[in-house]
């Protein structure tokens, strides 16, 4: 099994301006992703997040507005940059073990 | 492409027995996996099915029939904390399979 944390568990953003979210799973894991669920909706993945090259974006998604980091095997980060209203929703991370697990989410807000 | 249908919400009362239904479309299978989500928390894995037939976990049962893309997650003796939203999901060919495509979620509301 994995056991994923995600900081910050929820945030509140000005219009403009850009979060990074963590992500830190327990063990080693050879695929981390991240999705997206908006309010009241199910899970869209938004990339795979790839250790050591860049991470492989799902179709209506770019790096430029979500650009990935995925420095070793336990870790990642997912920034929303340039943040409007319509980026407010919970973003996940999940890593492949055994399964498919998932983190706790971060509940982001934009103003 | 893929496409997962569910019911949008269902309702039950506490001890009944409740069956959830999810037909799917894919190109490729590569098993199917049912999630609980509460609200405000993760999904949780709940079962995995990727031969036919019935598979059986306690209070929660899944069920597949890969001839009709059908599966079921059946609940018995519903408790109020099973008041949950429950996800169907399909791991995607275009991904070698590492992926997973999401039903829209079934929302269960158990009532006393």
């Known amino acids: 099994s994995a056991v994923i944390s995600q900081k910050p568990s929820r945030d509140i953003c000005q219009r403009g301006t850009s979060l990074t979210i963590q992500c830190q799973v327990d063990?080693?894991?050879?695929?981390m992703f991240w999705y997206r669920q908006q309010p009241g909706q199910s899970l869209t993945l938004i990339a795979t997040a790839n250790q050591g090259s860049e991470a492989t974006y799902e179709s209506g998604f770019v790096i430029d507005k979500f650009p990935i980091s995925r420095p070793n095997l336990t870790f990642s980060t997912l920034t929303v940059s340039n943040m409007s209203p319509e980026d407010s929703s919970i973003y996940l991370c999940?890593?492949?073990?055994?399964?498919?697990?998932f983190g706790p989410g971060t509940r982001l807000t934009v103003l | 492409g893929q496409n997962i249908d569910q019911p949008t919400e269902m309702t039950a009362t506490e001890g009944a027995i409740v069956q959830i239904n999810c037909t799917y479309q894919?190109?490729?299978?590569?098993?199917l996996f049912w999630y609980q989500q509460h609200a405000g928390e993760a999904p949780t894995f709940l079962s995995y099915n990727v031969l036919d037939g019935l598979e059986e976990k306690g209070r929660f049962s899944s069920f597949l029939s890969r001839s009709k893309g059908y599966s079921y997650l059946l609940l018995k003796e519903l408790q109020m904390k099973d008041s949950a939203s429950y996800l169907c999901?399909?791991?995607?060919?275009?991904?070698?399979?590492?992926?997973?495509?999401f039903g829209k979620g079934t929302m269960l509301l158990v009532s006393p």
């Open positions: 894919t190109s490729g299978f590569n098993g």
């Open positions: 999901a399909v791991p995607s060919m275009n991904s070698g399979y590492s992926t997973l495509t």
């Open positions: 999940s890593a492949s073990a055994d399964t498919q697990y």
């Open positions: 063990s080693q894991v050879t695929m």
